[in-house]
């Protein structure tokens, strides 16, 4: 494992604590790899730069946020070819949950030489690897968006304390199949949030279930009533310090396939990158496919 390539966002390295594409190939090489830097000029051209590189290359290395992280994972997700990630966003949430926080921890991973394979779901047959958040989640994701970056996972908060104040929830019916319901059990009506969860953390370091493995084939779901103002205000600061919330709005479902419908376009985010579904149905499930990591977990 000794040819990488490094797909790095432009924009990494931009703040204290991150790396740019540049560093990151002189750390590689200093290491003794032999190194490629590969750019991203625009949105998904990470995902077209890893499909090729994979064919090519022993090892990818993302740099970047959990957007560059997706895009980088999606052209790699089913082949032999694993994924290093060397975090430098705001969020960071994929690159802590395989232990790799910081930039010296996923070179330590890199050196290890030892992949992973992880779960990979899918919303749509489209992928994700570590979170798909549907209403409050998804504005919040679109809220942070339009915050300065500098703002590093504080833009997060912000954007909560917003969706605590403003957003009400929408009308959604799902159909959740779980071990002990392969049917599926029917529910519905509004909900505040819900958050599919491969990994354990989400929207910059939140914890909505409990233990979220990468390993287990499983998603764990968080699904959310509608909160009055004043107990979310209670509620997020435990929230964005990192702990688990207990609430009687909250209930919690490990599944491999939820079937959902909505009368009208609600927000959500992908891995972190924010969007509107269109209202009709969609599916969530786990892929067969794999992705190989360098992990630290």
């Known amino acids: 494992m000794n040819s990488i390539a490094v797909i790095a966002n432009p924009f990494a390295g931009t703040a204290r604590g991150r790396i740019s594409g540049v560093d990151a190939v002189a750390a590689l090489r200093a290491r003794g790899f032999e190194v490629e830097l590969c750019p991203t000029e625009e949105i998904g051209h990470a995902t077209e730069l890893a499909e090729e590189l994979a064919h090519r290359k ?23 070819c694993p994924m290093g990630v060397l975090p430098s966003g705001s969020g960071n949430d994929f690159a802590t949950g395989i232990g790799c926080a910081d930039v010296e921890s996923g070179l330590a991973a890199i050196e290890r030489r030892e992949p992973l394979a992880i779960d990979v779901c899918a919303l ?46 929408q009308h959604v019916d799902w159909k959740i199949r779980t071990p002990d319901a392969p049917q599926g059990r029917d529910a519905g009506g509004r909900y505040l949030l819900a958050e599919f969860c491969n990994g354990p953390l989400t929207g910059g370091g939140f914890k909505l279930v409990e233990a979220a493995d990468f390993q287990d084939g499983l998603m ?3 699904l959310v009533t509608p909160i009055g103002p004043l107990a979310g205000l209670k509620i997020l600061p435990g929230a964005v310090a990192g702990r688990l919330i207990r609430h009687e709005s909250f209930s919690r479902y490990r599944t491999d396939r939820v079937e959902f419908e909505t009368v009208e ?33």
Request: charged share 15%; net charge negative; aromatic share 6%.
């Open 58 to 80: 022993d090892l990818v290395v993302a740099v970047g946020g959990d957007g560059t992280i997706h895009e980088v994972a999606c052209g790699l997700v089913g082949t032999d």
């Open 124 to 169: 749509d047959g489209r992928p994700f690897v570590n979170s798909l958040g549907l209403l409050a989640s998804g504005y919040i994701s679109n809220g942070a968006a339009r915050l300065w970056r500098w703002m590093g996972s504080g833009r997060y908060a912000v954007a909560s304390l917003k969706a605590v104040l403003a957003y009400h929830g």
């Open 220 to 222: 764990d779901l968080c």
């Open 265 to 297: 376009a609600i927000p959500y985010h992908l891995d972190g990158e924010a969007g509107s579904l269109a209202a009709g149905e969609h599916v969530v499930e786990m892929l067969a496919k794999k992705l190989k990591v360098m992990a630290a977990i």
